[in-house]
T-cell receptor
Framework: DADVTQTPRNRITKTGKRIMLECSQT?????MYWYRQDPGLGLRLIYY???????NKGEISDGYSVSRQAQAKFSLSLESAIPNQTALYFC?????????FGQGTRLTVV | GDSVTQMEGPVTLSEEAFLTINCTYT??????LFWYVQYPGEGLQLLLK?????DKGSNKGFEATYRKETTSFHLEKGSVQVSDSAVYFC??????????????FGSGTQLTVLP
C-alpha cells in the first residue's frame, strides 16, 4: 500500500458543486500539504498543516478549505467548484528526511 | 518572494545522449534545493537534493551541484535511457520555513528519450 493515499484518483464535477478530496498517510508525519499542479506552472501550495490543530494558507488558498481530522488525514474541499479549478491535486507529507507525495487526484470541473 | 526558474521544455533526446536541465533560483538565505521526478500517472518522487553550497546531490546517474554564486542547481546525466522519460521539477525549501518544509517548484521540464 502507498504511504500517502489520495481518493478519488479521478473526478468530474459540475460548476457550483461542493467536492472533497481526501488524503491519508501511514508515515506518521505531523506535516501535511495540499498542492495543485497546472501545466507550465509546476506545483503551487494551497494549504499546509503542522499538526491537527495548526492549519495555514498557502500561495493559492482562495476557493479552497481544508480539514485535518487526525494526524493521518487531511482533506481538501472546494466549496463551489469552478472550471479554473480543473487541475491535478497532490497531497504530501514531510519530515526531516524529505517530502512524500500521493499519486494525485485529477479533478475536472465542467 | 522565493522562486525557481526552470529550463523550458519539452526536451527530446536519443538514448545515451547527455542531459542538462537548467534550474536557477531566487531566495533569501540558504535554501535547500531538490530535483523531483514525475513518471506518467504517478506522484512526484524525490530524485536528489542538496542542502548547502557546493553540495552535490546524486541518484540513479543524475547529479546536480548547489552553486551559490550563480544561484543554480542544474540537473545532469551522462547517458539517458528511455526509462528516464518523465517530467522533472526543480524545487527549494526556504530556510525561513523552519520545520514546515513547504516547497516552491519550478514549472517542470518534460523529458522524452527516444530509443
Amino acid at each position: 500500500d502507498a504511504d500517502v493515499t489520495q481518493t478519488p484518483r479521478n473526478r468530474i464535477t459540475k460548476t457550483g458543486k461542493r467536492i472533497m478530496l481526501e488524503c491519508s498517510q501511514t508515515k506518521g508525519h505531523d506535516r501535511m500539504y495540499w498542492y495543485r499542479q497546472d501545466p507550465g506552472l509546476g506545483l503551487r501550495l494551497i494549504y499546509y498543516s503542522f499538526d491537527v490543530k495548526d492549519i495555514n494558507k498557502g500561495e493559492i488558498s482562495d476557493g479552497y478549505s481544508v480539514s485535518r481530522q487526525a494526524q493521518a488525514k487531511f482533506s481538501l474541499s472546494l466549496e463551489s467548484a469552478i472550471p479554473n479549478q480543473t487541475a491535478l491535486y497532490f497531497c504530501a507529507t514531510s519530515d526531516f528526511q524529505g517530502t512524500f507525495f500521493g499519486q494525485g487526484t485529477r479533478l475536472t470541473v465542467v | 518572494g522565493d522562486s525557481v526558474t526552470q529550463m523550458e521544455g519539452p526536451v527530446t533526446l536519443s538514448e545515451e545522449a547527455f542531459l542538462t536541465i537548467n534550474c536557477t533560483y531566487t531566495a533569501t538565505g540558504y535554501p535547500s534545493l531538490f530535483w523531483y521526478v514525475q513518471y506518467p500517472g504517478e506522484g512526484l518522487q524525490l530524485l536528489l537534493k542538496a542542502t548547502k553550497a557546493d553540495d552535490k546531490g546524486s541518484n540513479k546517474g543524475f547529479e546536480a551541484t548547489y552553486r551559490k554564486e550563480t544561484t543554480s542547481f542544474h540537473l545532469e546525466k551522462g547517458s539517458v535511457q528511455v526509462s528516464d522519460s518523465a517530467v522533472y521539477f526543480c524545487a527549494l525549501t526556504p530556510l525561513s520555513s523552519g520545520s514546515a518544509r513547504q516547497l516552491t517548484f519550478g514549472s517542470g521540464t518534460q523529458l522524452t528519450v527516444l530509443p
